[in-house]
């Protein structure tokens, strides 16, 4: 007997799956022909890109300095040049 149950269970679960998927493949062509045309304007230099993660970091580090309430899980960055390195 549970093997005819299994047929029936896995055909009921399986049908609103079918049929929810050819609602989001119509749904999915009306939006491609909505849409036009999408243009992507410019390029990013490294060294711009390199200093909006830099100030992202900031504003990350800053916030958490801000939320913790014990000063020694502070987080201070700085460059600093170790000894026999010329690297920062």
Do not use: H
């Not at 679960?13 to 243009?39: F, H, N, R």
């Not at 390199?50 to 990350?60: G, I, N, S």
């Amino acid at each position: 007997m549970r093997i005819i149950k299994t047929p029936w269970i896995t055909l009921i679960v399986c049908l609103p799956l079918a049929t929810g998927a050819q609602t989001t493949d119509s749904e999915a062509e009306e939006l491609d022909a909505a849409i036009d045309e999408i243009t992507v304007v410019g390029a990013r230099q490294l060294g711009a890109m390199r200093a909006k993660v830099e100030l992202a970091e900031d504003q990350v580090f800053a916030l958490f300095n801000d939320l913790n309430d014990d000063d020694g899980y502070d987080i201070i960055c700085k460059k600093e040049t170790r000894i026999g390195s010329q690297l920062p």
